[in-house]
Structures are given as C-alpha cells and as structure tokens.
C-alpha cells in the first residue's frame, strides 16, 4: 500500500504519514505538489516529499489526505531540493521552510494560476435562439458573452450581474466554453536605450562575467560610484540576448523601485518585482510570470531567493553585504548564501557587488573560492570624497552638531548644492529623563530606554513596538524638569530647520517613508537638484544616487566602534564608507565629515586614511586569530521565557546533559550559556549558547542531535528555544 508522507507547516522536524485520498493513483503524483490533509483539528496545506511503500505507523491509524491541489508541482524540482536543503542546514522544520519558498496563496490552497487566467466566451455557432425566451438569465449571460469575443473573467462576469451557476448551465448545453488565458512572450528589441560608455575596469568586469560558463560565483568590488549598476546591466544585456531570465537580490524595500525604475529605463522587456508591499494577489502573479519566462527580469529583496526561472540565466546580489539577506527570526536562512547554492544546482552564474563586500565574501574570494572582479575608480568625472575628522571633545555642540559642521553645511548650501546629514537613530531624541531626580524612561519590556518622538507626540520603544504618551511630570519625584536627552533624526531635522530657514529640510526614516510612494516623493524632490538638506538613517545609505550632494556629515562615527558583537566594527566600517559614497557622485566634488569623540580610534585613522580594503585586512587577521568567522563556523541556541533566569539555567542543564550523555564531535565547542546582550525584551528573558567548529560537518552533526534531544526533552515545552545557524547579530 502506498503512502504520503507530508512535510506539515508545524514546530515538528518530521514528515507524517497519510493515506491517498480515494480514486487517485499514488504513482502518479509527483514530489513537490500541495495537499490538503487532517492535523489535529483542522486541515492545513501539505507538501507531497514522497510516496513510500511503508510506513513505520499501524496503517490502520493513518488518516486519509483530503484533496490533492496540484497536478504538477508548484516548484521546480531543484528549488524544492533547494528549500528541502535550505531547512536541513538552517535546522528548520521542514513543513514551515518549504511553505516559505511558496507564495502566500499557494499556502492558503489556492490555485496556481494567474487572476482572471481562467476567461469564459460563447461556444463555436451558440445563438440566443438555442435559450427558451422565458430563461432571461441564461439570455442575458449568453449576451454578454457574445459582447465578449476575446472572452470574460468571472470575476467581471459576476460584476456584470451574472452568477456562476448560469456559466455552468450553458456550459452543459455547450452553448459556453471556458478557456485559459494566453500569455505572449516578448517580441522585439530588448533594449529601450543604448548602453553607456564603459571604462576600462567596467569593460574587463563586463567581459570576465561575460565569459563564465556555467557555475560561477564572482566578488565585483567597487568603490562607491563606480558604475556597478551599470555593469549589472550589460552582463544582464547578454543573459537576456540569449533568452534567459536574471534574478536580481536588493536588501531594502525601499530601493526596488528605484532599481525597477533603472532597469525599465534600460531594457525594453517585462520586469516584474517581489517584495513584501506588493498584495499577495501582485505577488502570485510577478512569481508566475518569472515560473513561466514571461518575466525576464525578477527584482526582489531577501525571499525572492526561492522564485523559478523557467530559464535561468544569471543572479545578482546588490550590496551583498548587507545584513538584511539574513532573516532574523523563523526560518533564519540568508538568501545571499542560498543564491550561491541555487546558482550552482542552476549551472549559471552570481555576481555578489558591494563597495564594502563582508569579511566572509571577501575570504572566498581570497582563498580563489570566488572570482574578485575590481573597480578602483569612479565612474565618469566624479572623484572620490575628501575624508575628514571633526574632533568634538570639549565642542559647545548645538543639537549634536558642532560649529565647524554648521560652517561647512551653509557654506554647501550656498553653492548651491545638497547636504546629507546622517544619524543612525530614529525619533527626537534617544530617551526622556528627570533633572531633578535622574529617572529615565524605561521601557517596561524591555531592557531599553523609550524613545522621545514629537511628530506625533509619544514615547515608542524600537525594540518592542510598545508605545506611552509622554508623561508632564516625573513619575518618581514628582517633578516637571523632564528634558530630552540625545539627538535623534526629528530633533536634528527641527534644529536644521531653524539654522536654515531658507532651505528645505527633508528627513528620510522609517517614520518618514510609512506612506505609499512617500519615498519616490522625497527622491524626486532631491533629484530636482535644488538646494536642500537630507537627514536621516542608514535608509540613506543603501544605494541611492544623489548627484548634487557634495556634503555627508555623520553626526556620531562612534556608534558601533565598541559593540558587543564581534562584527561590530565591520559593520561600522560600512555603514560609515556606504554613507560617505553619497557625496560627490558627479561633477562636483564631494566631502565627508565625521563628527567623533574618539578622533585617534585605529579604525577610523584606517578607513579614512587608507579605505576599506586595509581596514578589511586588519579585521581578517584579528578574526583569525581569535578563531570567529570566517575562518570557523557557528550557530546560536537561543531561548526565551517570562522567567527571569528561567532562559539560562535551562540552557545550562540543556548543555550538562548533552556533555553527560553524548560525545561531542571532534573540534565542536560550547561557549556558555549566558544571557543575550539585551536579556529582556518583549517581556521576555533570553539567553543563548554559542557551538562552534572550525569544521562545517561537525557543527551540524551536533546541531542535528541537539534539535532530536530538544524535541524529545519536556523542559524544552516549557521555553521557547530556537537555532540560528550562521546568525548575522548576536543580539
């Protein structure tokens, strides 16, 4: 007797066994499609693994699946193998990364088809004549049919009055036909515009990617402004000549439309893109087009990873570097990592681009793992930004800014041109305190300060969403001297506003950019190449071409020089160097200057005296020599509850029990367990223990045994716990 064993969307790491529903042959489903099966007491959207021949349950026991939803898989065969993997290496339930890959509707059960794929139009010699005078329905319908060549969705049928039922009726007296929608692919010219001249190291760069055959990962360094972009574009040309697709990775929603927007200037061919904003309806439809090649360029951030090609032909990731590839909580994978590994099981190549690529990226491409493809120059007449450091110690700063910044910002002004002004932290100030008494405004939840914000007027802590109204007296003493302390981007905008009254003043953070199309608004407003000042958050950073900003002054370089987090400084460093790239991308010179407390820092000397690739070298060696990534490979156990100490003492006895009742692999190793840098957060308390090995098949031999013993150990109900394998933070 056959049997189908399911991956279910739940927290187990197992498949379940179900009976074929009756009248359907077993053999002739294939892996990869959906079914609808009991669990528990509800039915859920399952995914077809295997047919076996065994199961190790009482057959008797098994229940019956319900319905199978697909003919053919919705994946192809080699993403599911991808997804299948992905769950295995991320130590994630099966079920939940393979319901991940789909797209939202497809994991509510609904068909895999477009919106109005299925049109309905009057069957070949049909006539009203055929229809009794007294079956004004059936007239009607027919009518409107037959006022409808081409053919009618239901959906504008059922707007036009109509019902189902009458379609089925004429259907049974072959008066009526349904029909799939028919999707052209492109004819013609792929190329709206002609491509821009390239320099020299563009040229190599275009013609090396050119060249590769098959599997090939390939690191394009290039110094902001380079004309990476551009690059991107003619190794795309090509794919797109030879009639395959590319898929092209950016990390924030908020620069896909400018990229859409770059590439519809280019390419005269359909683009469609993938991200969180788009209707799930939108989204289905984008992910069909590039399943059945229509689309030809696929625009996505970080869970575009697991879109078909039907012709796959090149995947580029933009800003490789950036954090946000890596999903934080759930199915923790990293869609820069799993493009590689798609790209090889596709046999096509990936360009991973950054001006600042991460120290991971850049040691592949040392150890010859990656082709390193080089731009060392600017593109077009734009040179390099002036680097200076503003020591503030001892400055009378105005709103966190000193006088030599405000100098330098009207001067900038004045010649007509912009400033960016760059503060990593949202609100009007970092939090609310008491004068009299030092009481600070705590979030309650979490083991954080509430940030003081005016527009509209509220305490909001970042962490938690939990939001309060700004109290009028210190709820300690008593007292009414509450005062703001720290600059955050509204209260630097305000202080901007009153410096330069003459000067639009545009801030540009989440806050900010809430509003559909709010960020389009504020980069047609910059573009305009008016006179005006920009402040806001690392939003700001990624990607954007201001070509009339001449000034970038970062408020606080400090932050992040002294993170808990081993990767604190490396972040920093391209936090800083992605900002800096702002200024001076054209014909006007550009200049950065970095307001400090810590102006001899070795890190900042290094970035502004001799740039990223020295400061990556240096980074490389200290890592090396304390043994963290790259050069070995780790995971987090994290855990939570409402328990104080609760978190801990369970990871501790979690560890005691392992080093009792098991071997570890050899050169796996335990840090810990200790609690999490911010212990409390949500209400809830948190710790983590760290495994490392320099040995990658070691680490997951241990990682496969620890989540069996989880699973199987009843303290563990009692915790939330969770695994991050490669995590981006240790936070």
């Known amino acids: ?107 509510k059960g609904q068909a895999c088809e477009y919106q109005h794929e299925t049109l309905w139009r009057a069957a070949e ?70 491509p821009l001249p390239l320099n020299d190291e563009q040229d190599n760069c275009v013609k090396q990617i050119a060249q590769f055959d098959g599997f090939n990962a390939c690191l394009l360094e290039g110094v902001t402004g380079s004309g990476k972009t551009e690059v991107y574009l003619q190794a795309i040309e090509k794919v797109i000549n030879e009639g395959k697709q590319a898929l092209v990775l950016v990390p924030e929603i908020g620069l896909t439309p400018q990229t859409v927007a770059r590439f519809q200037q280019r390419f005269n061919v359909p683009i469609v893109a993938l991200h969180s904003n788009l209707t799930d309806r939108q989204r289905l439809d984008a992910w069909l087009q590039a399943r059945e090649g229509i689309a030809r360029i696929i625009i996505g951030t970080r869970s575009a990873i697991f879109t078909p090609m039907k012709a796959p032909g090149i995947i580029i990731i933009d800003e490789e570097h950036d954090a946000s590839f890596k999903q934080q909580d759930g199915f923790r994978y990293s869609a820069r990592d799993l493009a590689v590994v798609r790209a090889r099981s596709e046999e096509i190549p990936i360009v991973l681009g950054s001006a600042t690529p991460s120290l991971e990226t850049l040691q592949n491409a040392i150890e010859d793992r990656y082709h390193w493809l080089k731009l060392t120059q600017r593109a077009g007449n734009s040179s390099p930004p002036e680097f200076r450091l503003l020591d503030i110690r001892q400055e009378n ?86 005062q703001p302390v720290g600059v955050g981007t509204e209260r630097s905008e305000q202080a901007l506003q009153k410096l330069f009254p003459n000067f639009p003043v545009i801030r540009v953070d ?108 240096e980074e490389l060696h200290n890592r090396k020599m304390a043994q963290l990534p790259p050069f070995t490979h780790y995971a987090l156990l994290r855990a939570e509850t409402t328990q104080n100490g609760r978190a801990e003492s369970f990871l501790s006895a979690i560890r005691q029990q392992l080093e ?37 098949k070691a680490l997951h031999q241990l990682l496969a045994n620890l989540c069996w013993y989880l699973e199987q150990n009843k303290e563990s109900r009692k915790v939330r716990w969770s695994i991050d394998v490669d995590p981006a933070d240790t936070f």
């Open 397 to 482: 700063l105005s709103d966190g800014l000193s006088p030599q910044l405000i100098l330098n910002i009207k001067k900038h002004l004045e010649s007509g041109t912009q400033v960016l002004v760059f503060l990593n932290r949202r609100g009007f100030s970092p939090t609310l305190t008491c004068h009299d008494c030092g009481w600070i405004a705590d979030c309650t939840r979490c083991d954080a300060h509430m940030t003081l914000h005016q527009r509209p007027a509220h305490l909001h802590c970042h962490h938690c969403d939990k939001q309060a109204a700004i109290p009028h007296r210190c709820p300690e003493c008593n007292s009414d001297q509450l």
């Open 1 to 107: 007797m056959s049997i189908l064993r399911l991956a279910i969307p739940s927290p187990l790491r197992r498949l379940f066994d179900y009976h074929c529903p009756e009248g359907i042959d077993p053999l002739s489903l294939k892996p990869g499609i959906r079914v609808l099966a009991p669990f528990g007491n509800r039915e859920v959207i399952g995914i077809l693994v295997e047919v076996a021949q065994s199961s190790e349950f009482d057959h008797n026991k098994l229940k019956s699946a319900s319905q199978i939803l697909d003919d053919t898989p919705p994946l192809p065969a080699h993403l599911f193998k991808l997804a299948r993997w992905s769950a295995s290496y991320y130590q994630h339930p099966e079920g939940d990364a393979l319901q991940q890959a789909l797209p939202v509707l497809l994991r």
């Open 510 to 617: 989440r806050d900010s950019t809430q509003r559909k199309n709010a960020m389009q608004e504020i980069m047609n407003q910059v573009n305009s190449g008016d006179p005006c000042i920009l402040v806001g958050t690392q939003m700001l950073a990624k990607g954007h071409h201001f070509p009339r900003v001449t000034l970038v002054a970062i408020i606080n370089a400090d932050s992040g020089l002294f993170s808990a987090d081993f990767r604190g400084m490396e972040r920093t460093a391209q936090l800083i160097l992605q900002v800096a790239g702002r200024a001076g991308r054209a014909d006007h010179a550009g200049t950065v200057m970095m307001q400090t407390y810590h102006a001899d820092h070795p890190t900042l000397q290094t970035l502004v005296q001799h740039g990223y690739s020295a400061f990556a070298q």
């Open 125 to 194: 010699g049909a006539c009203l004549s055929a229809i009794k005078s007294n079956a004004k329905r059936q007239l009607e319908a027919l009518q409107l049919l037959l006022d409808h060549p081409q053919g009618i969705s239901g959906d504008a049928f059922r707007a036009e009055g109509g019902q189902t039922a009458t379609l089925k009726t004429l259907q049974e007296k072959q008066l009526a036909e349904s029909f799939k929608r028919e999707h052209k692919q492109h004819t013609g010219p792929i190329l709206h515009e002609s």
């Open 660 to 696: 009792d009742d098991m071997l570890l692999p050899q050169d796996a190793h335990w840090i810990g367990p200790f609690p999490a840098p911010m212990e409390k957060r949500a209400g809830m308390h948190r710790a983590q223990l760290m495994i490392y090995a320099q040995n990658r």
